[in-house]
């Protein structure tokens, strides 16, 4: 046997080298291709193991389609007699990976599979054994890859999201009691088009397929899902607290899970039958599982304030956009078998309305568990229940929430301690300080409840430098971006970089979001 002829490519002709090229693997034609040498034979040394489990699967798979024939086309049974992957593993010519704005990473491998499978179906038709072999598979599949969410449980995203870029391309030989009918004419082209358009039909992008990996709501942070309405109407027969005189009675409303600081209404000054209607908003992010705690205290002028009562309300008692009327008897606290709860504390009347985001109505259609006992229902409510009619309306209130990701190549003349600092309706908000960084990563959400869509409005965000030591010149700008949230409002979202202003080179990472309700 003569060795091969080895030439250079220059010396070829046109019709040569038109051949050679769709060998060439990805990387040699396209730079954002990269050589994954390491994982092929990472895959080789795995081969043996994994074909064993890719025939598992194959065979439970296989085996519930299988049985939906049997009974037809006078099918008694269909079953695999041998299922062997072969000894050649597949191979990945190059791999791409993108990097976008949103939290995920994406890659898209060429694969290509000449394998030496042998693989044998057994049909019995009519009490006749039929044998179906299926050798010598080529596949050459260039899918796309998403790994999203990125969570901070391992392995650190949530799912695996398949879709196919291009129609694969299938070949296989077909032996039927030992006959190779691929060689029909006619026969073999049906086949691969019908397998083609079928894969493409399902997996063909933008169509996917999607893997779940973990559990996203146990790993990831809730969003919010909704604005809680609180009016605290009035008070009734409150606790004496103080000895000489009455008591100066005020409401601390906190929800559970949210971590912000508790709000307040205004002291009512020496009376145990306080009038308030006053009104306050809270985000819910789990309204299965959240409660609103209310607490009365009795202010005073010097020292701690003296708690009156207190009562918990669980946000699963509340029908999505009802109005429901709460008359709570206060306790001392949350332990039933203190015998100290027995003593009367007074009545606080609160309202309460739980109006879910449009995009997650869907979820609370149902409502959730009935009301406890203490609940008068209104037929009458101040916010309005009907959809519109007109679903591209922009009016009504919503949640502007502002994400700051991160920043990239922002540097200071004298120091690198980045914070950013976000301006909104008079609203000062910031991330916290980063040390010794040019590429600071926050991920820092801050909430804003609206009553109308901020149309023509601007987000201010700079982000700033600050000295940890002793130093004159404590603080620097490290560039600014104003954005206009008019594309928000109509889009529902953006997710952008932006170049700094007054920066050379430093960009900011920042994912807005409006939503209606």
Same mark, same amino acid.
């Given at each position: ?19 050679? *090229?769709?060998?060439?693997?990805? !990387? ?18 795995? !081969?043996?193991?994994l ?11 296989? &085996? ?15 079953e ?9 593993p597949?191979i990945?010519n ?22 030496n499978?042998?693989?044998?179906? =057994?049909?019995? /038709?009519?009490s006749l ?9 080529? /596949? ?6 998403a790994?999203?969410?990125l ?9 695996? #999201? ?25 026969l ?27 559990? @996203?709501?146990?790993?990831? =942070?809730?969003k919010? /899902? ?45 009376n145990?039958?306080?009038? !308030? ?16 705690? *209310? ?9 701690g ?5 207190? &009562? *918990?309300?669980?946000?699963? &008692? ?18 039933? $078998? ?10 606080? /009347?609160?309202?309460?309305?739980? =109006? ?27 916010i ?10 922009l ?6 929430? @502002? ?17 950013a ?12 300080? *980063?040390?010794k960084?040019?590429?600071?990563? !926050? ?15 601007? =987000?201010?965000?700079?982000?700033? $430098? ?9 603080k ?12 928000? #409002? ?20 920042v994912?807005? $979001?409006?939503k209606?309700?």
């Amino acid at each position: 046997m003569q060795d091969p002829v080895c030439r250079p490519v220059y010396d070829l002709d046109e019709y040569a080298l038109l051949d050679l *090229l769709p060998e060439i693997p990805p !990387w040699v034609k396209n730079p954002n291709y990269h050589r994954v040498d390491w994982l092929n034979k990472f895959i080789a040394d795995l !081969w043996p193991y994994l074909e064993k489990e890719i025939a598992g699967t194959i065979r439970s798979v296989a &085996q519930p389609i299988f049985d939906e024939y049997i009974g037809k086309f006078q099918i008694e049974s269909i079953e695999f007699e041998r299922i062997d992957m072969g000894t050649l593993p597949p191979i990945l010519n190059g791999l791409e990976v993108f990097e976008t704005n949103d939290n995920e990473l994406i890659m898209e491998p060429s694969i290509k599979w000449a394998g030496n499978p042998n693989i044998i179906l =057994v049909l019995k /038709v009519l009490s006749l054994r039929i044998t179906v072999q299926l050798v010598d598979i080529q /596949v050459f599949l260039a899918p796309r890859i998403a790994f999203k969410p990125l969570v901070p449980s391992f392995p650190c995203f949530a799912n695996i #999201v398949v879709s196919l870029m291009e129609k694969p391309h299938v070949d296989f030989g077909m032996k039927i009691l030992g006959a190779d009918i691929m060689s029909i004419p006619g026969l073999y082209r049906f086949v691969q088009e019908t397998i083609k358009k079928q894969v493409a039909s399902l997996y063909l992008w933008p169509r996917t397929l999607e893997i779940p990996i973990l559990d @996203v709501s146990t790993v990831a =942070v809730n969003k919010p /899902v909704g604005i809680l309405h609180v009016n605290v109407v009035h008070a009734v027969k409150l606790l004496k607290k103080d000895i000489i005189g009455s008591s100066d009675p005020y409401v601390k409303l906190s929800l559970t899970g949210d971590g912000l600081p508790a709000k307040k209404t205004t002291i009512k000054k020496k009376n145990l039958n306080p009038e !308030w209607n006053e009104k306050f908003k809270f985000l819910v992010k789990d309204p299965k599982t959240q409660l609103l705690q *209310l607490q009365v205290f009795d202010w005073d002028k010097v020292g701690g304030h003296d708690r009156i009562g207190m &009562q *918990l309300v669980p946000l699963k &008692q509340l029908t999505p956009h009802e109005l429901q009327e709460f008359k709570l008897d206060l306790l001392k606290d949350t332990n039933i $078998s203190n015998c100290t709860n027995k003593k009367q504390r007074g009545q606080l /009347v609160v309202e309460l309305t739980f =109006v879910p985001f449009k995009e997650d109505i869907s979820r609370f259609s149902g409502g959730f568990s009935g009301p406890i006992d203490s609940v008068h229902r209104r037929n009458e409510s101040g916010i309005d229940m009907s959809m519109s009619s007109d679903e591209g309306t922009l009016g009504g209130a919503g949640l502007l929430s @502002v994400i700051i990701q991160g920043a990239e190549n922002v540097e200071g003349k004298s120091h690198n301690n980045p914070y950013a600092i976000l301006l909104f309706r008079g609203e000062h908000k910031k991330t916290h300080m *980063l040390r010794k960084t040019r590429d600071p990563r !926050w991920s820092e959400e801050f909430p804003f409840m609206l009553d109308e869509p901020p149309l023509s409005e601007k =987000v201010h965000i700079e982000v700033v $430098s600050k000295r940890t030591g002793i130093s004159f010149r404590r603080k620097e700008s490290l560039g600014y971006v104003e954005i206009n949230l008019r594309d928000v #409002v109509h889009n529902g979202r953006i997710n952008h970089k932006y170049h700094l202003i007054n920066s050379k080179n430093g960009v900011i990472h920042v994912e807005i $979001s409006w939503k209606i309700i």
